[in-house]
């Protein structure tokens, strides 16, 4: 009786030091990138504009969001002061159907709990029922599939509450239709949502959010595009600022000796595939199963017991390289849009080097000078940590 006691606190504790490591948020290079990107779209972006966030899974998105969240909040103190009723951003997550299909109205009925609208419930039994006038002439209740009601009560919240941005996470569930229905159209609800508006909505998924880039040439006007990348092996800057993540984690982890994350930073990274929210959600798996097995140092055992399979992560990079390859430019493709233009094929910039151009943005820089193989460049990365809204930590 007495052991069954111990067992029950060794879980309890472990389990509250474990929920206490998932609220730790390491701000990496590609995340404070991402973020910077993303608030300068937010703060550039015309009423009504589309903002698509697009990263492979596990890459930090949903983190990248709260992130966001937390600044608009703070930025927005002084007009929520003034006005009690505004509310400084609005956001949901866009659920995979069961039925395969997604459900506009239970997204709507999502948003007008998220904005705290009063009595949701009657404003969606009032949408699911119409009226029909029968054959004898009387009037009989038909379901009603559209939920145009639903949407005219979401877009009258939206204008009463006024928030800076929707943000939506998951947006690639967005892509579940029925057949017949065309892809355009489930992106045009949003289109017209944030046009009656004037509201910004960002949208946060996978790659396979890339199915809703460059449907018309009207959306890709009014889109503009982050992507947030993953960390490639690659790049020795990469491996460099991965290896600094993986520290930062040892020096962070709820447990009596730090270990030495860094020797086997090679398997960390390849059952992570350069992925930091896949990385932490390893690293949490595999020190619950330490501390629950009283140990008091996080070993290669407990690593390799909680990784994800070779299987597993050969499909997360199968996608990962796929969206790379469609969100990054080459000179072929520059020269095929010069052609078409009626342009020379050769560029007038002569004296710089394509290094890559994500959607939105062509990065022109010098070439430069290769260092030897191996050899760190001289700085000094920042460490430190510090808090946000919510009681979170930020490590830098």
Not at 6 to 17: F, K, L, N, P, Y
Request: net charge positive; with cysteine; charged share 25%.
């Amino acid at each position: 009786m007495q052991q069954s006691s111990v067992g029950s606190d060794t879980i309890q504790v472990a389990t509250e030091a474990v929920r206490q490591f998932h609220l730790l948020t390491v701000a990496h290079p590609r995340l404070v990138e991402a973020k910077d990107r993303l608030m300068n779209a937010i703060c550039d972006a015309a009423p009504g504009s589309l903002i698509l966030v697009i990263g492979p899974t596990g890459v930090g998105k949903t983190t990248l969001r709260l992130k966001a969240e937390c600044l608009i909040a703070e930025q927005m103190r002084p007009a929520l002061d003034a006005d009690p009723g505004r509310i400084p951003y609005l956001s949901i997550e866009a659920v995979a159907p069961e039925s395969g299909n997604f459900s506009w109205r239970d997204h709507f009925y999502r948003m007008l709990e998220q904005m705290k609208e009063p009595l949701p419930d009657r404003k969606l039994n009032a949408c699911q029922f119409h009226f029909e006038r029968s054959d004898r002439g009387q009037f009989t209740s038909a379901p009603r599939g559209s939920g145009i009601g639903l949407q005219h009560a979401t877009e009258q919240a939206l204008r009463h509450r006024r928030p800076a941005v929707v943000f939506i996470d998951e947006a690639q569930h967005l892509s579940r239709m029925a057949s017949g229905r065309r892809l355009s159209d489930q992106l045009d609800v949003i289109k017209s949502m944030a046009n009656r508006t004037e509201t910004v909505h960002v949208l946060l998924g996978t790659y396979d959010l890339l199915a809703f880039c460059n449907l018309s040439g009207q959306l890709s006007r009014r889109s503009t595009y982050v992507h947030f990348r993953r960390y490639l092996a690659e790049s020795q800057e990469d491996v460099e600022t991965f290896q600094n993540v993986l520290m930062t984690f040892a020096g962070r982890l709820p447990l009596p000796e730090a270990p030495d994350l860094l020797a086997d930073w090679e398997f960390l990274y390849e059952r992570s595939t350069g992925c930091v929210g896949v990385l932490k959600e390893w690293l949490e798996r595999a020190v619950a199963r330490a501390l629950k097995g009283g140990e008091r140092l996080l070993g290669r055992q407990h690593l390799a017991a909680t990784a994800l399979s070779v299987s597993q992560c050969e499909k997360i990079l199968a996608e990962s390289r796929d969206g790379e390859s469609q969100l990054t430019d080459t000179e072929e493709a520059r020269s095929r849009l010069r052609a078409r233009l009626g342009l020379r094929s050769s560029s007038p910039l002569t004296d710089t080097k394509v290094v890559s151009q994500e959607a939105d943005k062509v990065i022109l820089a010098p070439a430069k000078k290769r260092g030897r193989a191996g050899q760190r460049r001289p700085r000094r990365d920042a460490v430190g940590v510090h808090s946000c809204a919510g009681g979170e930590s930020y490590a830098l």
